[in-house]
């Protein structure tokens, strides 16, 4: 059996390098088993560093480099509809609280069937459907994240060390100049104060 050991974001994933496909619906999609058979026939386990979500469009990397398509299942929804935009907002924040996942387009929500009563309760119009489901994420929901983050902070790190070798350098140059122009500030006071007709005066410089 084929071990599946990264995600690869559906930004980043190559065509030409995709070996299969597993179709999965949205519970599956947020807590994918750990054995999974692509349409092709192709069996695979997860060995993943960390648990994570998959979106429709991503892959999976196997240990061999190939990939495995990740695509979104169709799956028995209600297509809600109102005349009024206010109910569908209202059926949105009902929703919401409830913590019923939902799809949210210009004018329609795609919804559980399971939440056939609350949408009446609003007066909406809805109609059975098959469709891929790709609700919202929750606002606390950090799976598509961790990799950016990761990234970030790598980032920050190798700034802070170029900042460092910078900072020193500078400093070592400076240092460098200080002695330099100290040098010739010495050579001077010494060439001009025993030069012949030299008086000092109020406006003369040297510390005596």
């Known amino acids: 059996m084929q071990r599946a050991t990264a995600i690869v974001r559906k930004v980043a994933v190559r065509a030409d390098a995709i070996v299969d496909t597993i179709v999965l619906d949205h519970a599956a999609r947020q ?5 999974l058979t692509a349409e092709g026939g192709l069996s695979l386990t997860l060995a993943l560093a960390k648990a994570a979500a998959f979106e429709d469009g991503d892959a999976l990397r196997l240990e061999d480099g190939r990939l495995v398509a990740i695509r ?26 409830s913590h019923v996942p939902a799809e949210i387009a210009a004018d329609v929500l795609y919804v559980p069937r399971s939440a056939a009563e609350l949408v009446r309760g609003q007066g909406c119009a809805a109609t059975q459907v098959t469709r891929a489901f790709k ?27 170029h900042a460092h070798h910078d900072h020193d ?40």
């Open 31 to 35: 807590a994918p088993p750990e054995s």
């Open 72 to 97: 979104a299942a169709g799956e028995p929804l209600l297509e809600v509809r109102a005349e009024n935009p206010a109910r569908l907002l209202r059926l949105a924040w009902q929703l919401g609280g």
């Open 135 to 161: 609700p919202e994420r929750a606002a606390h929901d950090h799976s598509q994240c961790g990799h950016d983050h990761h990234a970030h902070d790598h980032h920050a790190h190798e700034h802070h060390d």
């Open 169 to 208: 350098h500078g400093h070592s140059h400076t240092g460098h100049d200080h002695a330099h122009d100290h040098s010739h500030a010495v050579h001077d006071h010494a060439h001009d104060h025993g030069a012949p007709g030299h008086v000092h005066g109020p406006d003369c410089k040297h510390d005596h």
